[in-house]
Structures are given as C-alpha cells and as structure tokens.
C-alpha cells in the first residue's frame, strides 16, 4: 500500500538555521511525491514537488530530492525565517488519474527571532 | 490564483443534528473536489472524490449516508454530516482540481472546517 511517514515535530529553530524534516515514503509503482505547506489561518498550499527518481523539487529556497533508493524526500531550507513557520505535510500521488494523495502527518515548524 | 473556500470555518453543533459544510472554488472550475478528515496529530485521510453531475465515490469504510456529498455544480461542492455524534468531531478539508483535470494536477485546498458535536 501507499504510506508517508514524516518528523512528528514540533520543531523550533532560530532564524537563519539550516532546516531539515525528513519524509519516507511506501509506495507501489512510481508516486509523484509532494511538499504542502499550510500556513496559520490558510489552506494547504503546494510547496514543491518532484514527479520521479532524482529530480529536485525547490521553491522559496526550500528543497526536496526524489531518492528512490532511500525512498526519501526529505525537505530542507539553508536559512529559515519567522515567516516559514508553519505546517509542512509531505505526500504522495499514485497517479492512478484520480488524484488520490496519502499525506504524512504534519510537522509544526516555528522559527523565533 | 487558484482559491478554495470554506465555510463555515468552525461548527458546534449539538448530537443528532446534521452539518452542511461548503467547499467553493473561487476563480476557478473544478469538476473534480476532494474531502479530507484530519484528525489531531494524524495525516489527513481522503473521505471521497466528488464529482460534478454524478455520485460521489467514497473510499472504504467511509459511510456514504452519513456524509452525504452534493456537487451541484462546478464550482461548489458540499458535504452534510447527518445525525452527528461526537466522534464525527473533527477538522473537514477539501480541496479541488482545475478542469481540465489530469493524472498529476495540483489539488488546491481549503482553509479546513473545524466540526465540534457535543
């Protein structure tokens, strides 16, 4: 079956720190797999994403890696700011055609001044 | 843009009642929406896909008459909680698909309805 395990959280950095919140995946066939940032008040948004092995999702100076052989997409940021504080969920697509995501649970960030 | 809504955003409601929760997209067509349910500290899991003009299909062990889904037309979407109890207590997503849709289109959410049946 399809599953996403990611970093429970929370987590807290100092502005400027190097992020990382790790995501693995299982998943049958080739899933696209996706970062969704949901920001305090607002609905998930579409971070990055990476549709197959060894392509770099990145945006907003965040970054993911599709490794197959780790079956990772780990998410990071080389300096963070308050404004990044928020939910990170990692997810994936089977690309059955219906659009099915399998999410991870979530990981707090909170960036302090 | 690409903006989904919802309303109500937070719903009490008393045992026995039924909810209707609203999922619009704002500036754009969706014949294809999505509903999710979110509990605390868990993953969003999908309920059911609905679609535009015909019935809604639910994933397993979601019951289809107890959440009813109406997607009347191609810009809203509503999901009725019927006869609610406290365990249907929880946070209510959607989210929807620009037509036309594809395999690997985005999904566009919502702000999420925060349902409490005491």
């Known amino acids: 079956g399809n599953s996403v395990t990611q970093m429970e959280g929370p987590v807290t950095l100092s502005e400027e720190a190097f992020l990382t919140i790790n995501c693995t995946y299982t998943?049958?066939?080739?899933?696209?797999l996706f970062w969704y940032v949901q920001y305090p008040g607002e609905g998930l948004q579409l971070l990055l994403k990476?549709?197959?092995?060894?392509d770099k999702g990145s945006n907003k100076g965040f970054e993911a890696t599709y490794r197959k052989e780790t079956t990772s997409f780990h998410l990071e940021k080389g300096s963070v700011q308050v404004s990044d504080s928020a939910v990170y969920f990692c997810?994936?697509?089977?690309?059955?055609?219906?659009?099915?995501?399998?999410f991870g649970t979530g990981t707090r960030l909170t960036v302090i001044p | 843009g690409a903006v989904v809504s919802q309303h109500p955003s937070r719903v009490i409601c008393k045992s026995g009642t039924s909810v209707k929760i609203e999922c619009r997209s704002l500036?754009?067509?969706?014949?294809?929406m999505f509903w999710y349910r979110q509990f605390p500290k868990q993953s969003l899991m999908l309920m059911a896909t609905?679609?535009?003009?015909?019935?809604?299909?639910?994933e397993q062990g979601v019951e289809k008459d107890k959440f009813l889904i109406n997607h009347a037309s191609l810009t809203l979407s509503t999901l009725t909680v019927t006869s609610a109890h406290p365990e249907d207590s929880s946070f209510y997503i959607c989210?929807?698909?620009?037509?036309?849709?594809?395999?690997?289109?985005?999904?566009?959410f919502g702000p999420g309805t925060r349902l409490t049946v005491l």
């Open positions: 989210s929807a698909v620009k037509d036309p849709a594809g395999p690997t289109d985005t999904q566009y």
């Open positions: 998943a049958t066939g080739y899933p696209s």
């Open positions: 990476a549709t197959k092995a060894d």
């Open positions: 997810a994936l697509s089977d690309q059955t055609g219906a659009n099915n995501l399998f």
């Open positions: 500036d754009f067509q969706a014949t294809t």
């Open positions: 609905s679609n535009e003009g015909s019935k809604a299909t639910y």
